[in-house]
C-alpha cells in the first residue's frame, strides 16, 4: 500500500469514489442510520469495490506486520477492517432485498463473484492464518476475557473449516472443488427456474380448473396471455404441494399438478436436474474427505449447536413415530370422507389438501373475512408486537418521521430501554412490492458492537397485502405471527450487548438463529397480549372468545402431514449428507426411496416437502446438512417457552432473565451451554410435540 503524505492511506481503487459518495463517511444521523436520501443506486458499486479494497490493504497490513502476533495487534484489529464495506453492503443488502431495479441488480451480478473472492482471499491467506494459529495456540496464557476467548477460537475455525491447514496441493484442490461446487449450485438454480416454469398446468378447458375462484381463474388467464399460450397456466410454487390442490375439484387436474410438481425437474431434457445432484453429493463427499472430515455433514455442522450429525439424526429419529402416527389418522379421517362421498378411490397425494380443507372446514368453521377485521397491522404492531415486548422488556417505542428511508411505506421507530437510554433503531417494511424478495425477514442496517459503540439498527421486511388508498391493512392470523416472528429476530439483535461485531447478535448458528424468533411467536396468541391487540378496527370491540378458540384449535389441524413432510425432507437432506467418502454417484430417485424407507417416513400420501431433485435449500442454497435446523429451534422455541409457563409466563423478570442470559449475548459463548443455563436443563422434544397435537395425550 502506499501512503499519503499526512500519513493518511490512500487507496488505489479509490478512482470514482470519494467525499461526495454517502458512504465515504460514517453517516451522521440518529444511531449512524444510512442516509437513503442521499444514497443513489450508483453510489453503492463504487463503495463496495472501494470498501474491498481497502480491507484487503487493512488486512495485508495485518498478515505483514514485522511484530509478533497479539490478541490486539491480529484478532481486534481484524475486527476493525472493513468498515466501509460493512456500511456498503448492509444498505446495499437492504435495498436488494426490499426494493430492486435493474441497476442493483446489475451490481449484484457483477459483484457476485468479486465478493466470493474477497472472502477466500482473507480466509485462504497463509500468513494471516499463521498469526492466528500462534495466537491459538496459547490462547490459555494469555489471560483474556470469555468473550475475547470466544472471539479467538471463532477466527481459528473459520479459517481452519475454511481450509487454512491444508497442504498448498490440497488447498489447491479443496479451490477447485469449491469453484465446481459453485458453478453446479449455480446451474441447478438456473435449471430449476427453468423447470418449475415449464411444470406449470396449462389447459385450454375452463371446467378442468372449477374450484378455483373467478380472481384465481383470471390470474390463470393472464398467465397464459403473458406466455403467450392459449387457455390458463397454473404456475408451480416450489413446494411439493400446491396450494390450488385444495381448491381443484377434478381429481384428473390435481393429479395433473401434482406430477407436474413431482417430476418438474426429472424430464431428461435441458433442465433435468438429476445429474447435478448426483454429483453435488459425491463432490461434498470428496470435500469431507479432503477437510478431515467422515462426511460433508460433519464438517458442515461443527460450529452449529447439534455439532454432529448424529445429534441431528436422533433428534430427527424421535419426532418420526409421533409424527407419522398422527399423519396415519389424519389419512383414515380423509379416506373415511371419500369413502362416505362414493369417492371410490384410495387416498394419494394429490387429493389430500383437497379433502384436509373440507375437513377443516366441517372440523373449525374458520372463515377469513371473520377474523380479519380484528387484526389491522398499525394496532398488531402497536399493542400486539410494541406491548408484548414493553411487557417483558420494559422498553418503550416512539415512531420517527425525520429518519430517511428506502421506501415510502416503510416506517421507522427508536427503541427506548427500560433504563430510558437509547437502545435500537427499527424499520418495519410489511407491504408486498413486486421488486422485493418473496417471504419476510429480519436484516441490519448498523451492527452493535462496543469496539465501536454502535447501537444496533435493524429492519423487518414483509409481504402483507397492500390496500387501496384510504383503506385498512388487514391480516390474516398467519401474517400476525410472521410480524412477531420477524420482531423476535429484531429483538435478538436489538438486545445486542457485546463488545466484537463478529460474535453480534444474530451472527450465531442456524439452528438456534431461529429461536428467538419462534418463541416470540408464543405472545401472539398468549391471552394478556391477544386480548391487547385482537380488536375490531372499526368498533374496537375486543375478539369474542368463541372466534379466538377456533383461531387456536385450527393450529393443531393438519399437524400430522404438515410436520412429516417437514422431517421427511430433513431427513432426505441428512441421508445425502452423511454418505462416507468413496461412496460412487447415486441415482436421486433410488436413493431417496432408500432413504425415506430407512428413516420409516415411506408415506405414500405423504410424500417430502421438496424432492431431491427439487430440493434448492441443499443444492442451491445455503442449507446443505441443515435444513433440520427449522426443526431443532423449533424444539427449542416451545422447549423455552414450557419455561415460561412454569416460571409465570410473560413477567418483567422472566423477560430480563432470557435477555440477559440469551437474548444479549450472540455468539459469545457455546450455544448449548448458553440455552441449558438459561433453561436449567437440556432442551426436550416433548413440548413441540405437544403444541403440534402429535402426542397421544393431546387426542389429534
Ligand atoms: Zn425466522
Redesign the pocket.
Known amino acids: 500500500m502506499s501512503i499519503g503524505t499526512a500519513g493518511t492511506p490512500v487507496y488505489a481503487a479509490d478512482t470514482e469514489f470519494g467525499p461526495s459518495n454517502p458512504f465515504y463517511a460514517e453517516s451522521t444521523l440518529p444511531f449512524h442510520a444510512p442516509p437513503f436520501d442521499k444514497i443513489k443506486d450508483t453510489d453503492y458499486q463504487p463503495a463496495i469495490e472501494a470498501g474491498m479494497a481497502h480491507q484487503r490493504e487493512e488486512i495485508n497490513q495485518i498478515a505483514n506486520d514485522p511484530a509478533a502476533p497479539t490478541f490486539e495487534n491480529t484478532i481486534v484489529a481484524m475486527e476493525k477492517t472493513g468498515r466501509l464495506f460493512e456500511r456498503a453492503m448492509l444498505a446495499f443488502g437492504c435495498v436488494t432485498g426490499a426494493n430492486l431495479n435493474p441497476t442493483l441488480q446489475k451490481v449484484q451480478e457483477i459483484e457476485a463473484p468479486k465478493l466470493a473472492a474477497h472472502n477466500d482471499a482473507i480466509f485462504l491467506d497463509a500468513k494471516l492464518f499463521q498469526r492466528v494459529k500462534t495466537i491459538y495456540d496459547k490462547r490459555g496464557s494469555l489471560k483474556l476475557d470469555a468473550e475475547s476467548l470466544r472471539l479467538v477460537d471463532w477466527y481459528y475455525k473459520k479459517f481452519v473449516h475454511s481450509g487454512a491447514n491444508l497442504s498448498e496441493a490440497d488447498k489447491a484442490q479443496l479451490k477447485k472443488l469449491n469453484e465446481e461446487e459453485s458453478t453446479l449450485t449455480q446451474g441447478f438454480t438456473t435449471k430449476l427456474l427453468a423447470a418449475t416454469k415449464d411444470a406449470a398446468l396449462v389447459t385450454t378447458d375452463k371446467a378442468a380448473l372449477a374450484g378455483l375462484t373467478d380472481a384465481q381463474i383470471a390470474a390463470a388467464a393472464e398467465a397464459a396471455k403473458t406466455r403467450k399460450t392459449e387457455g390458463y397456466i397454473v404456475p408451480l410454487q416450489n413446494t411439493t404441494q400446491q396450494p390450488d390442490l385444495s381448491l381443484l375439484k377434478e381429481r384428473a387436474s390435481r393429479q395433473t399438478l401434482f406430477e407436474n410438481s413431482w417430476n418438474r425437474a426429472e424430464k431428461s431434457g435441458a433442465n433435468d436436474t438429476r445429474e447435478t445432484v448426483s454429483r453435488l453429493a459425491e463432490l461434498r463427499t470428496q470435500k469431507a474427505k479432503l477437510l478431515g472430515f467422515p462426511n460433508y455433514a460433519s464438517w458442515k455442522l461443527e460450529d452449529q449447536m447439534a455439532k454432529n450429525p448424529a445429534a441431528a439424526i436422533k433428534f430427527m429419529d424421535s419426532l418420526v413415530p409421533g409424527t407419522t402416527a398422527a399423519a396415519r389418522s389424519e389419512a383414515r379421517d380423509i379416506q373415511a370422507l371419500i369413502d362416505q362421498q362414493k369417492g371410490g378411490f384410495q387416498l394419494q397425494p394429490w387429493d389430500w389438501e383437497f379433502y384436509a380443507e373440507q375437513v377443516r372446514k366441517a372440523k373449525y368453521d374458520l372463515d377469513e373475512s371473520q377474523i380479519k377485521p380484528y387484526f389491522e397491522l398499525s394496532n398488531v404492531l402497536e399493542n400486539g408486537v410494541f406491548y408484548a415486548a414493553n411487557q417483558m422488556y420494559g422498553i418503550t417505542f416512539k415512531e420517527r418521521k425525520d429518519i430517511p428511508v428506502w421506501q415510502e411505506d416503510v416506517r421507522v421507530f427508536e427503541v427506548t430501554d427500560s433504563n430510558g437510554k437509547p437502545l435500537a433503531l427499527w424499520y418495519g417494511d410489511y407491504f408486498k412490492r413486486d421488486n422485493k424478495n418473496g417471504g419476510?425477514?429480519?436484516d441490519s442496517l448498523v451492527t452493535q458492537s462496543k469496539l465501536f459503540s454502535a447501537l444496533p439498527v435493524v429492519i423487518n421486511v414483509c409481504n402483507f397485502a397492500k390496500p387501496a388508498a384510504g383503506q385498512p391493512a388487514l391480516l390474516n392470523f398467519r401474517d400476525v405471527t410472521t410480524m412477531f416472528?420477524?420482531f423476535?429476530?429484531a429483538l435478538h439483535g436489538m438486545f445486542a450487548d457485546t463488545v466484537y461485531p463478529t460474535l453480534s447478535g444474530t451472527a450465531v448458528a442456524r439452528d438456534f438463529?431461529?429461536f428467538p424468533?419462534?418463541f416470540n411467536e408464543n405472545w401472539a396468541t398468549y391471552p394478556a397480549v391477544f386480548h391487547h391487540y385482537a380488536k375490531h378496527y372499526q368498533t374496537g370491540e375486543p375478539m369474542p372468545a368463541e372466534l379466538m378458540q377456533k383461531i387456536k384449535k385450527s393450529l393443531k389441524f393438519n399437524q400430522g402431514y404438515a410436520f412429516t413432510e417437514v422431517v421427511a425432507a430433513a431427513q432426505l437432506d441428512m441421508q445425502w449428507h452423511t454418505l462416507p467418502p468413496g461412496t460412487p454417484k447415486q441415482n436421486p430417485d433410488e436413493f431417496e426411496k432408500q432413504a425415506l424407507d430407512k428413516t420409516n417416513l415411506a408415506l405414500s400420501y405423504v410424500p417430502p416437502r421438496y424432492r431431491s431433485s427439487y430440493f434448492a435449500h441443499i443444492w442451491g442454497g445455503g442449507y446443505s446438512a441443515g435444513y433440520y435446523a427449522y426443526l431443532w429451534a423449533e424444539m427449542l422455541d416451545h422447549d423455552a417457552f414450557q419455561w415460561f409457563d412454569e416460571h409465570g409466563g410473560l413477567t418483567r423478570a422472566n423477560g430480563d432473565r432470557v435477555r440477559k442470559m440469551v437474548l444479549s449475548r450472540g455468539n459469545t459463548e457455546d450455544l448449548g451451554k448458553m440455552y441449558d443455563a438459561w433453561r436449567g436443563a437440556k432442551p426436550s422434544v416433548e413440548p413441540m410435540m405437544k403444541f403440534r397435537g402429535l402426542t397421544p395425550e393431546s387426542g389429534n
Request: proline share 0%; net charge negative.
Open positions: 419476510a425477514w429480519m416472528h420477524e423476535g429476530h438463529v431461529e424468533s419462534q
